[in-house]
């Protein structure tokens, strides 16, 4: 590894908050993703359909 | 939903219909998502292994890798959610509504971002976490404010009306920010007459500039990536509760 | 008389009749100028130095306090219903409403400022300062509101939300509300700070009656 100097503390702060950050945020989406549409399919797969699909 | 070809309508009218949107932009997820990882490792690489100190700040330069694309990406959602207000207001895009929704909190999470690098790149160079100079101000008032859309969106409960009102307050925000930017240099200017920051200064250099841009990509991509998906979401979701509704219709 | 001033006299004989809201506004903006020494000391210097932001915050406070009662009564009641099939084009309503609000819960605060200048040591110069800028920075204050109330009328239990939308949007107000009236550290800028105020003021009340009557349009149909 290299060194970062005096500041290194911050430096990995910095990185390590946003490498936190935007990995929480992208599991956000892909969990909101998921439980969207496991509540779709347990709605069709109650019959339920839209009237654009035609069967 | 498969992709309805025989349509002879223009592609704005086209992917007005949620369910088309979805289907025309779910290929392009994927390449997206391996654009993002690959200017993600590049830049990366060349912030950490390949890109020298700056003369004046030293190693701590390497946050403003981090720091420059996430100040960007805060003003630039707000940009998106703007024109897309405008699409609800003006046309009734029904896309508009999705995408403004789908915005707010990549927004908020970019800001809060862009406000955390910048407290840890200040410490080292102005001596202190927070310093109450115009950028860092009006970024946190722009916070604020992200904070109250996603607030006003949990709110309704009628997304379609939620939508409405809400791109009347995202553009009474658009025209508001500008404002708020200018009151708040006058004010710090006022306060502290001694600025922080060096005038001007030098231009970077190539060496800096590269990574620069590449993370700007990267973070750029990034949110992209995040926006589709998350719109992908919302049209689901919206879907989902229609069919709720009609349910609950045929029940009744 | 016009359809605007009936909407206006009728905005002020309903706070007429109802009585103790005018009251209780002014006396909480009294309060917070009466709390904030016991928190910060009797220092006389130090409360002259900070009276001109203790009031506008307590003005600030109670401007926010009153917000809700803007349109959130009409809407119950389906007045505002009633109020969009008139002849009078519905911004121009909620014009009058504005100015009615104003009058019933700024107006008021202007008059009990000097009540605060007294109890924070300030000079009479400062005092003049105050006033002139309360008068030129409250009417965007009330219609910053008008839009905040109109955004959040339609959500059941929204008076929360409004004031936590409205605050970062009139920080500009505040800015140059506390900067008309204090002198700062170097050159004067209290002239430049109070002609900012008044073009803030101007271009919000002139914007606030439409952006507020599209959210009411929209959020209620």
């Known amino acids: ?55 | 939903m498969s992709i309805d070809s025989k349509s002879r309508q223009g592609w704005f009218s086209r992917i007005a219909h949620p369910g088309q949107f979805a289907a025309w932009t779910q290929p392009l997820l994927w390449p997206l998502v391996g654009i993002t990882t690959v200017l993600f490792g590049v830049g990366l690489y060349f912030a950490f292994f390949n890109s020298p100190q700056d003369y004046q700040m030293g190693e701590t330069v390497r946050i403003m890798y981090v720091h420059v694309p996430n100040a960007w990406l805060s003003q630039f959602v707000y940009v998106i959610m703007a024109v897309s207000a405008l699409g609800t207001l003006v046309w009734r895009h029904p896309l508009a509504d999705v995408s403004m929704k789908a915005a707010a909190p990549l927004g908020a999470v970019f800001t809060a971002l862009a406000l955390y690098t910048g407290a840890l790149w200040g410490r080292p160079t102005w001596g202190t976490f927070w310093e109450w100079d115009g950028r860092m101000t009006s970024t946190l008032v722009l916070l604020l404010i992200y904070l109250g859309i996603i607030a006003l969106w949990r709110a309704f409960d009628d997304q379609l009306r939620a939508a409405r009102v809400i791109a009347v307050f995202t553009l009474v925000g658009a025209v508001n920010i500008p404002i708020i930017k200018f009151s708040v240099d006058w004010w710090s200017t006022l306060h502290q007459p001694a600025s922080v920051f060096r005038a001007g200064g030098p231009t970077m250099p190539p060496s800096i500039l590269i990574p620069l841009f590449l993370m700007f990509f990267a973070f750029t991509f990034l949110f992209l990536v995040l926006h589709l998906k998350a719109m992908h979401t919302e049209i689901r979701r919206r879907r989902a509760m229609g069919l709720e509704r009609r349910a609950a219709g045929a029940l009744a | 008389m016009s359809a605007f001033g009936t909407v206006l006299g009728r905005e002020l004989k309903l706070a007429a009749r109802g009585g103790g809201d005018v009251l209780t506004l002014v006396l909480f903006f009294v309060m917070v100028g009466v709390i904030v020494p016991f928190a910060i000391g009797p220092d006389k210097t130090t409360l002259s130095r900070l009276a001109p932001a203790i009031v506008w915050i307590a003005a600030f406070l109670s401007m926010l306090l009153g917000l809700d009662r803007l349109f959130r009564a009409d809407h119950e009641d389906g007045t505002l219903i009633l109020l969009r099939q008139a002849d009078l084009p519905f911004s121009a309503i909620i014009g009058a409403k504005v100015i009615a609000h104003w009058l019933l819960t700024a107006l008021p605060l202007i008059i009990a400022s000097p009540l605060l200048a007294i109890m924070l040591a300030m000079d009479v110069a400062t005092l003049g300062r105050a006033v002139v800028s309360l008068l030129i920075g409250t009417p965007a204050l009330v219609a910053l509101g008008a839009i905040g109330a109109a955004v959040t009328v339609s959500i059941r239990g929204g008076g929360l939300i409004a004031p936590v939308l409205i605050l970062p949007m009139a920080i500009p107000v505040l800015i140059f509300g506390v900067g008309a009236i204090s002198t700062g550290v170097g050159a004067d800028q209290s002239g430049a700070a109070l002609l900012f105020l008044a073009a803030i003021s101007l271009m919000a009340v002139a914007l606030a009656p439409f952006v507020a009557a599209l959210a009411i349009k929209w959020g209620e149909d």
């Not at chain 1, 946003?18 to 509540?39: K, M, P, T």
């Open chain 1, 1 to 55: 590894m290299m060194d970062l100097g005096p500041h290194a503390i911050f430096i990995i702060w910095a990185y390590v908050g946003v490498v936190v950050a935007v990995f929480a945020l992208i599991c956000a989406v892909r969990i909101d993703a998921r439980r969207v549409a496991r509540r779709l399919a347990a709605l069709e797969a109650q019959g339920l359909r839209r009237r654009s699909d035609a069967p």
